[in-house]
């Protein structure tokens, strides 16, 4: 291609052969040029021509030269976890062996998850000390919310199990469904102690006050419980696409309460059992005090 200036214009003079004598490599093979005697001589006998691949445009990341890989995921066949866990264990090794100055990073989806993860956990665990806090000023303990606060991780194996179960991969909306059912964990659980503190300010003993307590509200945790799982059943069995984002968060929370609640009405009693064996070890002098101004 030339440039020729005429008058006050510039015109643009492209030579090239006709398409149909350039379209395959062939054809450039054949090609012939003018040697400096005047005669017209195939380009390969004047030039070695060598095939190789480079690249249309290249992306670079603070000075360095970046290749990017992307796959479309098919959600119902596997996880983007999976994928990733698959290319750590078995691409990036042989990539390190054969170019060790190749490093592999995760971008796209999953860098967003675990982005969004590591911000869930400081979520998690600030929630965890506002709950501690708005627990610990009307139940007038520093013990009963830490009983409370030990069945949120029951919950999440619940909910892990109920993955396993519907044959789910843990995803985000897992984590966001975790989240939520903490919530409804602590709330039963609270309801359970309260009836607990009022039936021993009333006079009854650890396991008589721990027994009608359990009786008592069980109704309360029970429908809670059924109300929620019997309410997620449908986004549980809906088959559209559209759904399938929000099907894990559903599973965290209906299974995860199923079980939580399950081990709740068990584990609750046996921990405050075993913490008023305790205060009663260390400090025998306030059950004393407190046997008599029950009778009195």
């Known amino acids: 291609m030339q440039r020729i200036r005429r008058d006050s214009s510039e015109i643009r003079v492209l030579v090239q052969n006709a398409r149909p004598a350039r379209n395959t490599v062939d054809d450039l093979l054949q090609t012939r040029l003018r040697s400096d005697t005047g005669a017209w001589v195939p380009l390969t ?7 190789g691949y480079v690249a249309g445009m290249k992306h670079r990341l603070n000075g360095q030269t970046v290749n990017t890989v992307a796959a479309a995921i098919d959600r119902s066949v596997v996880s983007p976890v999976e994928v990733a866990q698959a290319v750590t264990e078995q691409m990036v090794p042989l990539l390190a062996q054969k170019y060790p100055s190749v490093q592999v990073s995760f971008g796209g989806e999953l860098e967003e998850m675990g982005e969004i993860q590591g911000g869930l956990l400081r ?6 000390v506002l709950i ?12 009963q919310p830490f009983i409370i606060l030990a069945i949120i991780p029951f919950g999440f194996v619940g909910a892990a199990i109920g993955h396993l179960i519907m044959g789910l991969p843990l995803s985000l909306f897992s984590f966001f469904g975790m989240l939520a059912l903490t919530g409804v964990v602590v709330n039963d659980s609270l309801v359970l102690i309260t009836r607990y503190n009022q039936n021993r300010t009333s006079g ?3 396991i008589a006050a721990l027994h009608e307590a359990g009786i008592g509200r069980f109704r309360a945790i029970f429908l809670t419980t059924a109300t929620t799982v019997i309410g997620l059943l449908p986004l549980l069995t809906e088959t559209s696409e559209q759904a399938q984002y929000l099907i894990p968060a559903a599973a965290s929370l209906a299974f995860g309460e199923i079980f939580g609640t399950a081990l709740m009405l068990i584990l609750v009693p046996v921990l405050i059992a075993i913490g008023d064996d305790i205060h009663t070890a260390v400090f025998p002098g306030d059950v004393a005090a407190t046997a008599q101004n029950s009778e009195v």
């Not at 006998?45 to 095939?51: K, L, M, Q, R």
């Open 45 to 51: 006998t004047v030039a070695e021509v060598n095939g």
């Open 204 to 206: 009854m003993d650890v």
């Open 132 to 143: 501690y806090v708005l627990m610990a000023v009307p139940l007038k303990s520093y013990s």
């Open 123 to 128: 979520a998690l665990l600030l929630a965890t």
